[in-house]
């Protein structure tokens, strides 16, 4: 702060003796108007000024708003000055044109000022800046609004010994021009406190770009010239001499804004009377606008409206409408804005004018400070939320305006802002709680409001968008939280403000006055004072790479948004990829727990041992459920999107759980069976496609692998849970197995909540906005970073190429022939999961422990051992696909995998034909185990991963949905198939029915060379690419995958909407 010893003690003195001065002699035939409420009057105020002092050789650059320059009078005196003496004279006449050639501190008088004397200095607030010698001072580094009198202060410091003359008379003199809030002058000499003689203040003309000189004379005694003090000459612009009320008026009046009937307005920050914002609304209204109200709630809001209404009765109540947001609060600002995007056909003004004073360094819940969150970051976020209405509003009906309410606080932050990252918001000044430092962070977040407003002007502009976008500061105005700044409203600082009324007057000249769309090029994102005058901001305000940084750090906001409850990037990733495998586990816990149950003698006993065929019925009632799961998404999967529909699929598990465990009879266990099979078909032809639409192509194969593998580390679990609970004996031995499904259950619940909505899925269905953010969470990039933008515009691209398809989400899309080729990829996918099933799994799966006692004569326990032994070849096997399926291919791994497995049931089936061999038969049935352990290990590494990574990427993106559940269905339909007829065929074909599966097997070997086109790597949409060009569609994929081998990706204009990038406003 300046040096109370010298500085506040003038100002205050000066203040006490000029305050209400109207009479003052140096105020002569002074003009003044009171601001009227109607804002009527369109005339300038003017002062004469008398008393001519010749100024031909001074002059100022005419941005400037005050220029000082020291000189010394070489009179002779008879005797030394006693006293210091100081004296304010003025011209007589002003002058319009910018006077020319004063030095301002080259020398300032002193012959030996460069060579003998200290630099002049001036002092900013904290910081004392020196000056070099004719180095043009520019009117704001100097510049400080002086808490309790809003008042300019330039002040220059030199040591009286070696500098002053005693006796001498030294004149300070300055070219000034009115300050929209400055409209006094007075120049002080002093030496030390009180020290002077009061200058009387000089009223300046208001409005009109004439300078006036104004000096101030100074005298030295010896004594104090000896005693090395230092001596300030000193500036001041303020407004307190007289009213402001006197001086400042309207240079326009309410009444040239033209009726806004027809026209949609926004204004936050609108609650009570006593604010600005209000005063903004209901002026808005009363022209004709419909006005969204906005305040921190709905009570506050209708509260507003109702004292609108009765303050003008001629309202009508619809234009009036809530629209409770809490600045601070972003997911709600985003929540609000979009609400009005969705219901609202047009928004033609836009008033940002929430905001909260000077506070403590108080921090939210995501460590952003609360009042740069509330001025800066919610104003931003709901400009860019509603920005695609006021875009549309804008080429519909032109004239549309954003308004940044900001304030002159700016001025006072030093040079050198930084808005790199988000910690940059929480700067201290100093402190975390010390006036000082809080109005300076006060001044920061004004600042972001100008810089805000000239890059939102700046992207406009570069698009062709003619949306006017400006900042204003409304003046020093007497509400509420100037009341609470200042310590109360008794106090003459406080009487001295605008009313909130007359604050209004800015902002509502800027959103709707038509002088700003007359003179765009001159108003177009400046800073605008009152009323309606133009003042240039700081360096730092005009900084367009500032602007640029700051718009950048700001969209980090999108973090904070998307925070769901596992964070972001790989994170978040963790969280999907978890989600997934614990559904995964659940349905090998499902395939599997019932098998290792059908021995055990309580559940025979209490479902009156069914035979082979009622037994076969029971437990693929389990897959009858899953095809009807998988039908009914195809109906509802759509609609309910990815997220909604896992979640409604483990609702019906935690019902069938809990129906299996409590059955007594066999329709009972039937209906449990059935329902947990829905749940789990639901489940099945959806978690696959989420995963796959929330991961990189380059690591889809692996992380659906890795789903497909735990569903073997499910069917293991429940193989080893069931042995574990053997020994238990009784009921509690098989329900508590059947129950333990809904832990599962409940943990993919619990997960689900946390993770975002798949990015395809939004973008297909309108939202684009959530989409990018989606994508922007899961990868932890910014919203315009190249690759979230890259992934958006291939994901629109596909979509684009799908709509020329005629493609729509009706059955007949799904099975047409288009350009895209659904009806064929509809059927691969379909037919991959047929392979998946005849292959024969399920025998080994559901019957391993019937096929070790029955087959190859193992005893029981001997063969529980074995049997949970063989099921873990099944997650080991799986092993290999998630680590390295994207490298081995989709084709080649299921080529060689179906030759394995054929081979693996031709050597059981032979070596199970000489069972029957007395003196080698149970050598050659335990010869067949080990074919039992390689085939699931075979099945593991291949069969078991590649179709259910298959059916997702192969379908079309608006037949996703319906076409997994299709290729899913084909799953369960041939799983319900063989569940149900092996226990007939092991026990009638015997060792001859394994043949069954080994021919099966060699079959799918050359139809999936000659059908299935490799996908490995491709992004989901680029699969699109294989089937639109018409040719054979293995050949098509081969090339690409030769591009992707030598360039890494494949080239942009695959895609020609992809040529062209526009950057997003």
Not at 38 to 60: F, G, K, P, Q, R
Not at 134 to 142: I, T
Not at 496 to 511: H, R, V
Request: aromatic share 10%; with cysteine.
């Amino acid at each position: 702060m300046i040096p109370r010893t010298t500085t506040e003690s003038s100002i205050a003195s000066v203040t006490s003796t000029t305050v209400g001065s109207t009479t003052a002699s140096s105020f002569v035939d002074t003009t003044t108007v009171a601001a009227s409420s109607t804002l009527t009057s369109d005339e300038e105020s003017s002062t004469i000024v008398t008393e001519s002092i010749s100024s031909a050789e001074t002059s100022l650059d005419p941005e400037e708003t005050s220029t000082t320059a020291l000189s010394t009078t070489e009179a002779t005196t008879t005797e030394i000055a006693t006293t210091t003496e100081a004296a304010t004279t003025t011209d007589t006449t002003t002058t319009s044109e910018a006077p020319s050639a004063v030095p301002f501190l080259s020398n300032a008088g002193f012959d030996d000022y460069a060579s003998s004397l200290a630099p002049w200095e001036l002092q900013t607030g904290e910081n004392t800046v020196s000056i070099a010698s004719d180095v043009k001072h520019d009117g704001r580094n100097s510049a400080l609004m002086v808490q309790g009198m809003r008042g300019t202060v330039d002040y220059i410091r030199q040591p009286l010994r070696g500098s002053i003359t005693a006796g001498v008379a030294y004149t300070m003199s300055a070219w000034v021009k009115a300050d929209m809030f400055c409209p006094g002058v007075a120049l002080i000499c002093t030496y030390q406190t009180n020290n002077f003689d009061d200058p009387e203040g000089i009223l300046l003309t208001s409005h009109v770009d004439e300078w006036t000189h104004v000096s101030s004379t100074c005298t030295y005694t010896q004594e104090q010239v000896d005693s090395g003090e230092y001596f300030d000459l000193v500036l001041l612009l303020f407004d307190k001499m007289v009213d402001h009320k006197e001086i400042l008026r309207p240079k326009y009046s309410f009444d040239d804004i033209p009726s806004l009937a027809g026209k949609v307005a926004l204004v936050t920050g609108a609650n009570t009377p006593d604010g600005v914002g209000y005063h903004i609304a209901h002026q808005l209204a009363l022209k004709g606008a419909k006005v969204y109200i906005g305040t921190r709630n709905l009570q506050k809001a209708t509260k507003a409206i109702r004292t609108m209404l009765a303050e003008s009765p001629e309202l009508k109540p619809e234009s009036l409408v809530p629209f409770a947001v809490d600045m601070g609060n972003f997911k709600q600002v985003q929540f609000a804005a979009r609400k009005v995007v969705a219901e609202e056909p047009r928004l033609d003004i836009l008033v940002n004018n929430a905001a909260v004073l000077a506070r403590p360094l108080d921090k939210d819940g995501n460590g952003i400070s609360v009042s740069f969150g509330i001025n800066h970051l919610g104003p931003f976020l709901l400009t860019r939320e509603l920005l695609p209405l006021l875009n549309k509003t804008q080429a519909e009906h032109p004239g549309v305006r954003i308004v940044n309410v900001a304030s002159t606080a700016h001025y006072d932050v030093p040079t050198g802002a930084k808005f790199g990252s988000l910690e940059d918001f929480n700067t201290t000044y100093g402190s975390e709680d010390e006036s000082s430092a809080n109005y300076l962070r006060y001044g920061y977040s004004k600042l972001a409001s100008i810089l805000h407003t000239k890059e939102l002007q700046r992207r406009f502009d570069q698009q062709g968008i003619d949306i006017l976008a400006l900042s204003v500061h409304p003046g020093g105005v007497a509400t509420n939280g100037a009341a609470g700044y200042l310590g109360g409203r008794d106090n003459d600082i406080f009487r001295s403000n605008l009313s909130p009324f007359e604050g209004a007057i800015t902002p509502l000249f800027a959103a709707a006055h038509p002088e700003p769309a007359r003179q765009r090029d001159k108003y177009a994102g400046s800073f605008i004072m009152p009323f309606g005058g133009l003042k240039e901001p700081t360096e730092d305000a005009n900084n367009v790479e500032l602007a640029k940084q700051l718009w950048t750090t700001s969209e980090k906001v999108d973090y904070v948004i998307m925070r769901t409850w596992f964070g972001r990037g790989k994170k978040l990733q963790r969280a999907v990829t978890s989600c997934c495998l614990c559904a995964f586990v659940l349905y090998g816990y499902d395939q599997g727990v019932f098998g290792g149950i059908l021995e055990n003698e309580d559940w025979m006993r209490q479902f009156n041992d069914p035979g082979d065929t009622l037994t076969g019925f029971i437990t693929s009632s389990y897959n009858l459920g899953c095809l009807l799961g998988c039908f009914k998404n195809f109906f509802v999967g759509e609609k309910l999107g990815r997220r909604w529909t896992i979640w409604v699929a483990m609702g019906w598990i935690l019902v069938g759980a809990a129906l299996q465990a409590t059955a007594f009879t066999r329709g009972h266990l039937i209906v449990g069976r059935v329902v947990t099979g829905f749940g789990t078909g639901l489940k099945t032809s959806t978690v696959p496609m989420y995963q796959s639409e929330l991961c990189e192509g380059t690591k889809r194969g692996r992380l659906v692998s890795a789903e497909v593998m735990f569903v073997g580390i499910g069917i293991a679990f429940a193989y080893w849970w069931d042995f574990a609970f053997s020994f238990v004996g009784g009921p509690f031995a098989w329900r508590w197995p059947l129950a333990f499904q809904a832990v599962f259950a409940f943990w993919v619940i619990f997960v689900v909540f946390g993770v975002p909505e798949s990015p395809r899925w939004l973008l297909n269905h309108g939202k684009r906005q959530e989409a990018v953010e989606v994508l922007s969470a899961v990868y932890d990039k910014s919203i315009d970073h190249p690759d979230i933008q890259r992934e958006v515009q291939s994901i629109e691209a596909a979509l684009s190429m799908e709509a020329e398809a005629e493609g729509s989400a009706s059955w007949a899309s799904t099975f047409r022939k288009d350009k895209v080729s659904t009806r064929y990829r509809v059927f691969l996918a379909w037919f991959v999961q047929f392979m998946n099933q005849a292959g024969g799994i399920n025998l080994v799966v559901y019957y391993i422990l019937t096929v070790l006692t029955a087959n190859v004569g193992l005893e029981h326990r001997l063969a529980q051992i074995i049997a949970g032994c063989i099921q873990l070849m099944f997650p080991i096997g799986s092993l290999l696909p998630t680590l390295a399926l994207d490298k081995m291919g989709r084709r080649s791994t299921m080529m060689w995998g179906s030759a394995g497995l054929s081979f693996s049931m031709m050597m059981v089936a032979a070596l199970l034909s000489q069972a029957d061999d007395t003196s080698r038969g149970r050598a050659f049935a335990a010869g067949s185990v080990a074919f039992f352990f390689t085939y699931m290990l075979v099945f593991g590494a291949s069969m078991n991963c590649v179709p259910w990574v298959y059916v997702p990427e192969i379908l079309p993106l608006h037949a996703r949905t319906k076409g997994t559940a299709i290729g899913v269905s084909s799953n369960w339909l041939w799983n319900f198939t063989v569940v149900m007829i092996t226990p007939i065929l092991i026990n009638r074909l015997q060792w001859k029915a394994y043949l069954i599966f080994m021919a099966t097997n060699l079959i799918f070997v050359p139809i999936i060379f000659f059908l299935y086109p490799e996908t490995s790597n491709l992004a989901l949409e680029e699969v699109d690419y294989i089937f639109a060009r018409g040719e054979n569609t293995v050949q098509v994929a081969r090339e690409m995958q030769k591009e992707l081998a030598l360039h890494g990706r494949l080239a942009d204009d695959r895609y020609p909407e992809n040529a062209t990038k526009v950057e997003n406003i």
